[in-house]
Nanobody, 116 residues
Framework: QVQLVESGGGLVQAGGSLRLSCAASGSIGSINAMGWYRQAPGKQREFVARITSSGGTNYIDSVKGRFTISRDNAKNTVYLQMNGLKPEDTAIYYC??????????WGQGTQVTVSS
């Protein structure tokens, strides 16, 4: 069994920064991709950023140049550095890990609130 534990959410003013972390524990094995998604009130969950095992990254257009995803394979942890936060970034942020087997797990979610 695998657990993903997120941390780092909170309340910040527009223009501020937060750093989210998500660590996997349990029967880890080899993780392929790690990613972040978010869900704002009344909206569907959307992709935010993803990083592959080789370090390749991709982002949703609205966060390019402001957010940076990174990973520490030794710690089975993914990070999301969020700078220049905007009120429209307010959402619950979920991490998602996908193994080479195709199996995937979600974190429990962490709230990010950006005040104007």
């Amino acid at each position: 069994q695998v657990q993903l534990v997120e941390s780092g959410g909170g309340l910040v003013q527009a223009g501020g920064s937060l750093r989210l972390s998500c660590a996997a524990s349990g029967s880890i094995g080899s993780i392929n991709a790690m990613g972040w998604y978010r869900q704002a009130p009344g909206k569907q969950r959307e992709f935010v950023a993803r990083i592959t095992s080789s370090g390749g990254t991709n982002y949703i257009d609205s966060v390019k140049g402001r957010f940076t995803i990174s990973r520490d394979n030794a710690k089975n942890t993914v990070y999301l550095q969020m700078n220049g936060l905007k009120p429209e970034d307010t959402a619950i942020y979920y991490c998602n890990f996908v193994w080479y087997s195709g199996l995937g797990y979600w974190g429990q979610g962490t709230q990010v609130t950006v005040s104007s």
